[in-house]
């Protein structure tokens, strides 16, 4: 039944969770992973052979494919995605709880039988560097060739996994089925405690690739909370100055708010000339640990980008669009009379086929592509990738980003006065919603780091947890807080976004070195517009009075909001920032 040459007793505790699933599942057959090109050939041929791929143009998209996934099947289901401590505080009111006996039994009953007539693959990965003493195994169990075609692209997966899960004897158990894709019977359960995941009933990207944000955040943020580390929603990019000096920046955004484009930025022409460089280390997680010398040392767990398709133009993310033109699994996209994959925002041409795969209509007021339509890709294959993203040790992070969706109140950046106000900035950051996830969208919420919906654990813990990196001896990254979207009037984008990030960026370096000046306001240090480089850019009045300035009432009322939502964890807050809030909303009134 089993593939496997492995001894049983080098690997017993995988050898013996793989057959209990496989006697419940009940799999015609048992394929281990080897991460090998045979290997992902064959499970290519057997998709397009079955349609659960289709060929993309060989000439403009070599070795690329689309996928189309079940209509009620399109984002992360953050309502059936469950955290299950068996004390229920330990997983916070940020998190739905399940007991976890309950949860198991709920799961067991789904997963009965739910492989028959199926193969069960099961996955060894290594989230990180294979080598690197910051990086974590899993394995993921699953009866779908798409989630294992994508784990190969997301993660260091197959054999060299499998060695190290041999040598260390510890991994991320996850067990996952598509099941019959009902969204009344799909569940996401994890076991922070056991250090284990169930997803059943999706197979789409968060809820299927369970090495994404199941076990790089949710298991991970857990484990790291444990073992003095932090697992955080961040993009990671090094930004070289003409000088020769870099410096690495961690930035976390709510999903679908530029992550990638900011991790993939390309300086507008004037830095290029100057000999500004950006490189990319990772766009959607990072793992930072304290090293020997004070500092924060990050990697990016992941080996790929599942970036969202649509608005990715020349324009936007020119690497992001040239990382894709090869070696990439497109998901719910459109598709031209030539058979390249297409989406809203890319350019003007109008696609025949939407991501459902029905006939376009040019006059249709729905998109063609879905509007959280992804693209699968390798991390090498982007232009300003890193090679120090492989760095066993991490790179080391000078500033620590916030940033959300806010059309109004919140200006372009402010600098946060010292650590335990930086961690007030990100508890509090709030972002509007996106296509990312199901509900509604452009509603406003907290989302604290980014980590709504990715923290495997009380978010008052969490952010105790945070406070305690600020000890003798650290050198802790200064944090920022930025806000790409603020609009006028009109509606309209009062910042010009996109590669004009980079004079944000410049500036916040500067702060770092104590080459650049700020003023000092209530929530924070904000520029001057003096102190940012706007050679080439145009701003009205109301730009510069909104993205420059603040709004002393607006920023009362806020704090006002900002207290409440901290007084909701109740005993388990840290004091610490409660009484930041209240000084603050003190220097406001």
Not at 251 to 279: H, Q, V
Request: proline content about 6%; charged content about 25%; glycine content about 10%.
């Amino acid at each position: 039944m089993s593939e496997h040459g492995q001894s049983t007793s080098s690997l017993d505790a995988l050898n013996q969770w793989v057959l209990e699933v496989a006697q419940l599942t009940k799999p015609d057959r048992i394929h281990w992973c080897d991460g090998s090109d045979v290997e992902n050939d064959a499970l290519i041929a057997q998709m397009l052979a079955d349609g659960t791929l289709i060929k993309l143009n060989e000439r403009t998209h070599p070795d690329s494919y689309l996928h189309r996934s079940h209509p009620d099947d399109v984002a992360r289901v953050e309502h059936l995605t469950f955290v299950c401590t068996s004390d229920r505080d330990d997983a916070g009111p940020n998190n739905h709880w399940m007991a976890p006996d309950q949860a198991r039994q709920q799961m067991k009953s789904l997963f009965d039988v739910c492989m028959k007539g199926r193969t069960m693959y099961v996955v060894p990965y290594c989230m990180g560097p294979i080598d690197s003493p910051l990086s974590r195994c899993g394995v993921e169990i699953t009866d779908s060739p798409y989630v294992v075609a994508n784990m190969r692209i997301m993660t260091r997966m197959g054999a060299a996994a499998l060695a190290r899960i041999e040598r260390e004897g510890s991994f991320v158990k996850g067990l996952h089925s598509t099941g019959e894709l009902d969204p009344d019977r799909r569940f996401i359960m994890h076991f922070p405690e056991d250090l284990e995941i169930q997803s059943f009933g999706s197979g789409y990207g968060g809820n299927a690739l369970l090495g994404k944000k199941c076990h790089a955040l949710r298991i991970a943020s857990y484990q790291a909370r444990k073992e003095g580390w932090l697992a955080e929603h961040m993009l990671i990019l090094g930004i070289e100055n003409p000088q020769g000096e870099t410096h690495y920046v961690a930035a976390a955004f709510p999903s679908a708010c530029g992550k990638t484009n900011l991790a993939m930025l390309i300086p507008p022409e004037g830095y290029r000339k100057d000999g500004w460089k950006i490189s990319t280390i990772g766009d959607d997680i990072c793992w930072m640990r304290p090293g020997k010398d004070g500092r924060l040392y990050a990697i990016n767990p992941e080996a790929g980008f599942f970036g969202v398709a649509p608005g990715t133009s020349e324009k936007s993310n020119p690497n992001a669009l040239a990382s894709i033109q090869q070696n990439t699994i497109f998901t719910n996209v459109a598709v031209t009379d030539d058979n390249q994959p297409w989406w809203e925002g890319l350019d003007k041409r109008v696609p025949v086929t939407d991501w459902k795969g029905n006939a376009y209509d040019a006059s249709a007021t729905h998109p063609a592509a879905h509007p959280n339509s992804r693209f699968t890709v390798s991390a090498k294959e982007c232009p300003s990738y890193s090679p120090h993203a492989e760095d066993a040790q991490g790179v080391p992070i000078s500033a620590i980003v916030f940033g959300g969706r806010r059309a109004s109140l919140v200006p372009l950046v402010f600098e946060a006065r010292d650590w335990t106000h930086g961690v007030l900035v990100g508890a509090a950051m709030g972002s509007e919603t996106t296509a990312a996830a199901t509900g509604a969208v452009g509603v406003m919420r907290r989302d604290p780091m980014a980590m709504k919906p990715f923290c495997g654990y009380n978010f008052a813990d969490y952010f105790d947890h945070w406070l305690s990196f600020d000890k003798p001896g650290a050198k802790l990254p200064k944090i920022f807080h930025v806000n790409w979207f603020r609009k006028g009037e009109g509606g309209d984008f009062l910042w010009p976004g996109f590669g004009d990030n980079m004079r944000v960026l410049e500036w916040m370096l500067k702060r770092v070195d104590g080459a650049a000046g700020a003023v000092e306001t209530p929530i924070g240090n904000l520029p001057d517009p003096a102190d940012i480089n706007l050679d080439g850019v145009e701003l009205t009045v109301e730009a510069r009075e909104k993205l420059f300035g603040y709004d002393r009432a607006g920023w009362a009322s806020e704090f006002e909001h900002i207290g409440e939502y901290l007084h909701e964890y109740g005993v388990r807050m840290p004091e610490a920032l409660p009484e930041e809030q209240r000084r603050i909303l003190g220097s406001l009134s």
